[in-house]
């Protein structure tokens, strides 16, 4: 069974492996996690260093607006057909 590790996690270790006040080996030891995948770990945090500082925000804002307005009318959707199936079956069992 793989382990599995939150992001916090990952960016905890990766940034310490960064300082480099402690070995990868010793990191390893204290973390419990194998010295090639904080090495990996410290790799992808560095090549995507400067998305952080970056504008994704704004685009995640204007897609999550995009999605609340197709659940909004999905609800309304919704709402008139339960309105419908509720007189169909008083008619049919009522």
Do not use: C
């Amino acid at each position: 069974m793989r382990k599995s590790y939150d992001s916090k996690f990952k960016s905890k270790v990766a940034l310490e492996a960064i300082k480099s006040e402690f070995s990868i080996t010793e990191l390893s030891s204290r973390y419990k996690v194998h010295p090639n995948q904080i090495s990996n770990w410290k790799k992808q945090f560095l090549e995507n260093m400067d998305t952080v500082f970056s504008s994704s925000r704004k685009k995640t804002n204007e897609e999550s607006e995009i999605t609340r307005d197709d659940l909004l009318k999905e609800i309304g959707q919704l709402k008139v057909e339960n309105v419908f199936l509720k007189k169909k079956y008083k008619q049919l069992f009522g």
